[in-house]
């Protein structure tokens, strides 16, 4: 199971310019190349993208600051980066277009309520798997 972190070297390298454009460019294809691979040997790619809405992820970034139970889930660059909010969508619609091919399609479930999220994707992964 791969989170975000697989996909980061086309999100946070090109909303923050870590690299030049050309460095970054290519990975589109060796994480295609990759998946493919994993493919051909056998392996079933099921991948998800939970979005939630801007002012969910606020409501939820407000949450872990009220509840004290959640403060361990509360990083303070998470408020850093929303101000990327629109660059980070941008770099995510560019990810899933060029990332989301036949052997490892995306599939998009609305994240605002997870009771909601949660069926759907586990519906969505377990449906998939035995496919």
Known sequence: MFNRSHYEDVLVVRVHNLVPQRTWMPRYDAINR????????????????????PDEQL?????????????????PNDVDERAFRTAYDEAYEVALTRCGTAAAPWHIVPADHKWYATGPSLTCAWSISRT
């Open 34 to 53: 990759f998946e493919q691979g994993l493919t051909e040997s056998g392996v079933r790619i099921i991948k998800l993208m939970l979005h939630i809405s």
């Open 59 to 75: 409501a939820r970034l407000r949450a872990r600051l009220e509840d004290p139970r959640k403060y361990w889930k509360y990083n």
